[in-house]
């Protein structure tokens, strides 16, 4: 063997090394499964257990203590999980898909989890919607209108499109709802009239309380990786792609009974799963940029490994192996950044239920696959707001799709998906001369 | 290639930085610096010593403490109205206040804990806001025997324009006599905070 061979060899095997080494570090996906599993099992406070135990990277932090507020919040410790949200809203910075530089956006998401993990927009209100329930299941009710107030500026600066994706109905009532029992009638009333009509703006009569009836359906989708191999240049070249995928378990109805009789209310929505997959597919232009960036450094050094070692004396073929394989390995060293929310629901459906004081049995149905039926008690009391709060997925099962490092997802529907909405901006990119 | 694989190596060798922390007694100037949009120490210390100032030279205050009985008061909350989330430092700002009217020695000062541990008062008082109605006022006078009692409201108008957040606070603090319902005295302190990302 050339002294050649032999240096690429070694330079090839401590790639190898690199790649070995790094790879006994946890995903963030590996790491949160196990609370998952209790999770969804129905065991929520192991759940939360499990996540304050778990070792966690700094950069991780923020996003531990929102999986931490779901499992606490779903474990019915609502005022903890509201701390948990406070503290993650004070310390994520917002990852702006829109504003960000294409290369500081490739930072972040194919940064491998050694950047802090940032939130978008979406994500940001998403906590405060979430944290105006904590409070108002903690009768907190002045806390619960500070998250009302922070929701309403997110929507009002814009920084969350509203008029793009309709959809924040539910925020604006909940917000209306929260502005309400402020007794801050001027705000309720603004926010109820962007809510447009839903039964949380309907005020409990002389001598009724309230109920407030919350249903968080199915499971939000979540980042996964797509593998995929282009050919740039005469060369396969390897493209790592964040892609979202739904997950099963949403259903397709949701009504209420009060005392044995259908309650019809105007529901309020927020179709987190809808948003989320507008927002992916609004956002697609740009992470297919920042991930072809990626591309091109691993692209330059595996071609220098084939310039520096092809010299034509028969060992060829191993160069270009090497080369390959370099470039494979360093695709695994920098996998996108597939961190996000996974204990989310698919969406949030509320009703406002307005009643005499006394117990009452509320009885909520999730019909559809998979139906299950959910039954509460609960003591009304004159002029106050009791919140019941059910969680579709809590005791659903762990579902069959579990996430794998690197997974191959050539061919799988989400790959299909991302591929067609490549093919999709590589054809506007062409008639638009782009 | 094999520069690339020592310069990773290095890095992941690299020792970790160890923390460093300071005593703001070594180095006052650590108490200075705004590190976020809420109030924090300084914020509380400014808007007590103006509140502070502007109480003890009102003609109410002059009235309320000439003679030999000293009048019974209570602190009794300022109402959250912002979008942050400041309850602890509003609470630490009363604790003040309620410190220095006790050292003045020209009230005698109801404690605030006998009042926020009962109940059903602590519950009206809660989610009130900044307005007391008028069968609370009536109750602390009747079962606490406060003559006047302090409350407020911090409202606040926060706006981003890129990477700049500004966030005003407008606090409102004032005194309110329990046999009339009268406000005897109230002072309006501006604070801001900004943020530049």
């Known amino acids: 063997m050339s002294p050649r061979i032999a240096t690429m060899i070694r330079t090839t095997a401590l790639a190898i090394l690199v790649v070995v080494l790094g790879g006994c570090a946890a995903t963030y996906a590996e790491q949160i499964e196990t609370a998952q599993r209790a999770y969804y099992r129905g065991a929520t406070e192991q759940a939360a257990g499990v996540i304050d135990a778990t070792d966690i990277d700094s950069e991780d932090a923020a996003l531990w203590r929102l999986e931490l507020a779901s499992a606490l919040q779903a474990s019915g410790d609502y005022q903890a999980a509201a701390r948990e949200l406070v503290l993650a809203d004070q310390s994520l910075e917002i990852l702006d898909y829109v504003e960000e530089p294409v290369a500081e956006l490739g930072e972040a998401l194919f940064s491998a989890g050694a950047t802090s993990y940032r939130a978008s927009t979406f994500e940001k209100l998403l906590i405060n919607t979430q944290n105006m329930l904590n409070f108002l299941a903690a009768n907190d009710i002045e806390s619960a209108a500070v998250e009302a107030r922070r929701a309403r500026m997110l929507l009002l600066d814009a920084e969350v499109p509203p008029r793009t994706f309709v959809g924040y109905e539910l925020v604006w009532a909940l917000a209306g709802f929260t502005f309400e029992q402020r007794q801050a009638y001027t705000d309720a009333e603004d926010s109820f009239r962007e809510a447009g009509e839903t039964s949380l703006s309907w005020p409990a009569e002389h001598g009724q309380g309230t109920v407030l009836v919350v249903v968080q359906d199915g499971r939000a989708p979540v980042l996964d990786q797509a593998v995929f191999r282009l050919l740039i240049g005469g060369r396969l070249r390897r493209l790592n792609l964040p892609v979202l995928v739904r997950r099963p378990g949403r259903h397709s109805m949701i009504t209420v009974d009060v005392d044995g009789a259908p309650h019809y209310g105007v529901p309020a929505e927020l179709d987190i799963e809808t948003l989320a997959m507008a927002r992916y597919r609004a956002d697609m232009p740009k992470i297919i940029a920042a991930a072809a960036l990626q591309v091109v450094p691993r692209a330059v050094l595996s071609d220098g490994l084939r310039h520096a070692y092809q010299d034509g004396d028969g060992g060829d073929a191993f160069v270009e192996v090497a080369a390959v394989l370099m470039e494979e390995l360093l695709g695994e060293i920098f996998p996108a950044d597939t961190r996000s929310w996974t204990l989310l629901p698919s969406r949030i459906h509320a009703q406002r239920v307005n009643l005499a004081p006394g117990r009452h049995v509320v009885r909520i149905e999730a019909g559809g696959p998979g139906a299950r039926v959910f039954e509460r008690s609960v003591d009304v009391q004159l002029g106050q707001v009791s919140v019941i709060n059910v969680i579709t997925s809590v005791g659903a099962g762990y579902g069959d799709r579990p996430f794998a490092r690197g997974r191959d997802l050539t061919g799988s529907p989400e790959a299909v998906q991302a591929l067609a909405l490549i093919e999709d901006v590589l054809v506007l990119s062409h008639l638009f001369g782009g | ?197």
């Open chain 2, 1 to 197: 290639m094999c520069r690339l694989s020592m310069f990773l190596m290095t890095l992941a060798l690299l020792p970790a930085c160890d923390p460093t922390f300071t005593r703001a007694s070594d180095d006052p100037s650590i108490d200075e610096a705004a590190l976020s949009t809420r109030l924090d120490r300084t914020d509380l210390d400014l808007a007590l010593d103006n509140w502070l100032a502007g109480f003890e030279a009102s003609p109410f205050y002059r009235r309320a403490t000439t003679g030999d009985a000293r009048p019974n008061i209570a602190i009794l909350r300022i109402a959250n109205d912002t979008s942050e989330h400041i309850g602890s430092a509003l609470d630490n700002l009363l604790n003040s206040a309620e410190t220095h009217l006790v050292q003045s020695e020209r009230f005698k000062v109801v404690d605030n804990t006998l009042i926020t541990r009962d109940a059903i008062m602590a519950e009206r008082l809660r989610n009130l806001g900044d307005s007391v109605d008028p069968e609370t006022i009536a109750a602390l006078g009747r079962e606490y025997g406060i003559h006047y009692f302090v409350n407020g409201r911090v409202g606040d108008t926060a706006e981003k324009s890129g990477d700049t957040k500004r966030v005003q606070y407008y606090l409102f603090m004032r005194v309110t006599d329990v046999a009339t319902g009268i406000i005897e005295y109230q002072h309006q302190i501006d604070i801001t905070k900004q943020l530049d990302d």
